[in-house]
């Protein structure tokens, strides 16, 4: 079950991506910040201060916790605290299974499946808690169901959080209720309402707790990885460009205000940003996340005059494409987001661009997915300064992960500007 119209309707959208996206983005400012407005102070495994207000930092990581906070407040209205929960269950499991391609052995020690396991089930119990409560809170909720009302997320969350706790991960709880916000009159992440967890409940469609578990799952995962890359990628291209980054700059400015000198950015202001939704289109087409997609053919057909039998699987190379030199002219290689214009656009095949696919499969988070991107990668613009350090060389992509990562560490020197 999709709910595409709920993720793209912009009216939601708004909602979905202002608040959440935005607080998000400040909480990336305070982890550059180290919580100190004054300088960046705090040093872990993945900030080193420098002193003056600038940090070496490995920017993956934390667009890892941005992006999984938005998605956990969209899919079941977690708040900040309360989605805590999700990144130490979620970012272990998802660390082990992208090594799985690659080490299959994994799955053959006990050291290593044994926790693995324990995380997948405190995963789903967490998961399945959260459907159970909410259910229970609607039944009430409804005069003459007869139910008892269950306290919803708190609960859940609190017991993920004991079980998170025991694998050694700090992990808190918040049991505060996520501030309320209306959209054209409806209410949305007022402590849940409105979430895509309450859509699916009431979309009127019987499913059940596991068909609901694996959806929300699958949100969760598709809606994080694939944005903090896109991120990551558009920080580093942006500072391997100086010319680009000064265009993306002077429009985040113009735009946006300057920090300090004005209030904070409104979604509108943040729609506005034309040129850095070329940067990041841009970005998405030189580091493609999803580079290949598969399909099983399920008619006969030809595919180049090749006869292609039901149940063939078929890969199609989406980095092939978006690095054909036939489709985007022998500059293809370079980082140029004028290709995006509307100028440059015109005329140039629908199908030669699809970093999130195309057709009946394509991904129902593009339109949220490109919103957060902009609102976070304009509100650090705004507020910092990002280069590179000196040797930083070209990163290796891993072969096997999706969404394409780099191999090693990525680190960028953060300025307070
Ligand atoms: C830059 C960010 C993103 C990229 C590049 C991306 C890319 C993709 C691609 C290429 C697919 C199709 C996979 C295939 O056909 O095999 C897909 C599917 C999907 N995406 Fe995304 N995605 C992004 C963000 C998101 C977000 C934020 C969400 C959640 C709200 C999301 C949810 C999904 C879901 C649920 C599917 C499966 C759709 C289906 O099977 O019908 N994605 N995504």
Not at 116 to 136: F, K
Not at 338 to 359: C, D, I, L, N, V
Request: hydrophobic fraction near 40%; include cysteine.
């Amino acid at each position: 079950m999709y709910l595409p119209c709920h993720l793209c309707s912009a009216n939601l959208l708004a909602g979905c991506v202002a608040k959440p996206a935005a607080s998000k983005a400040a909480l990336l400012e305070s982890a550059a910040a180290g919580g100190s407005a004054a300088g960046l102070t705090r040093s872990d495994a993945t900030t080193v201060p420098l002193g003056e207000g600038s940090a070496l930092m490995e920017l993956s990581s934390h667009f890892r916790r941005v992006t999984l906070e938005v998605i956990s407040q969209i899919a079941v209205g977690y708040n900040p605290e309360q989605a805590n929960v999700f990144p130490a269950l979620f970012e272990a499991v998802l660390d082990e299974l992208n090594q799985r391609p690659y080490k299959p052995w994994r799955a053959f020690l006990p050291h290593i499946e044994v926790p693995h396991r324990r995380r997948l089930a405190q995963m789903n119990s967490l998961v399945g808690e959260m459907i159970a409560s909410r259910r229970a809170a609607k039944a009430s909720a409804t005069p003459g169901t007869g139910a008892t009302a269950a306290a919803p997320a708190p609960a859940a969350a609190s017991s993920a959080s004991d079980a998170a706790g025991a694998d050694g991960n700090d992990v808190t709880a918040g049991a505060g209720e996520g501030g309320g916000m209306s959209v054209n009159g409806r209410a949305i992440f007022e402590g849940g309402k409105g979430d895509m967890l309450d859509m699916i409940l009431e979309s009127g469609v019987e499913l059940s707790d596991k068909q609901i578990s694996d959806e929300l799952k699958t949100q969760l995962f598709a809606g994080h990885e694939t944005s903090s890359m896109l991120l990551t990628w558009a920080c580093y291209l942006l500072a391997q460009y100086p010319q680009v980054y000064r265009k993306a700059q002077a429009e985040v400015d113009e735009v946006l205000g300057l920090p300090g000198r004005s209030g904070e950015p409104t979604f509108e202001q943040f729609r506005n940003l034309v040129f850095l939704e070329w940067v990041l289109k841009e970005a998405m087409r030189v580091y493609t996340p999803v580079p290949i997609l598969n399909r099983e053919c399920v008619e006969a057909d030809t595919l180049d005059g090749h006869p292609v039998v039901p149940g063939t699987g078929i890969v199609m190379s989406v980095w092939a494409l978006h690095n054909s030199a036939a489709l985007w002219g022998e500059d293809v290689a370079q980082f140029r987001p004028e290709r995006f214009s509307p100028e440059e656009t015109k005329g140039r095949h629908a199908w030669s661009y699809m970093p999130f696919s195309q057709g009946e499969r394509n991904c129902i988070g593009q339109n949220l997915a490109m919103m957060e991107a902009k609102v976070v990668l304009g509100t650090l613009l705004r507020n910092f300064a990002l280069s590179l350090p000196a040797g930083q060389a070209r990163p290796q992509t891993d072969s096997f992960i999706i969404p394409v990562r780099p191999h090693d560490r990525l680190n960028m020197i953060v300025q307070r500007r």
